[in-house]
């Protein structure tokens, strides 16, 4: 009886379209300020960098997207927003990046907020430019 009353179930799921789905929040796995990004990989980890007008790189590595859903790289400088990049991600495992072309003027303390659609962070990456 309990057999046939688990076989009732399961198929009363199929028959409704399936399991119901489960929310999962994104997940950054792994994040870093980075001088490149090679086979979608950083080449580096950076926390100070000397400013040269040169690029810096910031790699994200998020779970749990199930391929609709987006990062948001905020690229700050002593606080105020210096670039807003939209990244979308393509897959439940996806790794992507934003670069920033720097400029030599522009030394200071810099953080890269990543931030999911709802405006949360999920990671800030804080470095020095000198």
């Not at 199929?14 to 489960?22: H, N, S, T």
């Not at 670039?83 to 030599?104: C, G, H, M, N, Y």
């Amino acid at each position: 009886m309990k057999g046939t009353v688990v076989t009732g179930l399961l198929g009363l799921l199929l028959l409704a379209g399936g399991f119901p789905a489960v929310a999962r929040a994104l997940e950054v796995i792994e994040a870093a300020i980075s001088t490149g990004v090679v086979d979608h990989l950083p080449i580096d980890s950076v926390e100070s960098y000397t400013v040269k007008a040169g690029k810096l790189y910031c790699f994200t590595r998020v779970m749990g997207s199930a391929g609709r859903d987006k990062v948001i790289h905020v690229w700050r400088r002593e606080g105020q927003e210096m670039a807003r990049i939209e990244l979308p991600l393509r897959s439940d495992d996806f790794r992507t990046w934003s670069v920033k072309t720097l400029q030599p003027t522009w030394s200071g303390q810099w953080q890269v907020d990543v931030v999911d659609d709802a405006g949360t962070v999920l990671v800030s990456l804080p470095f020095v430019l000198q």
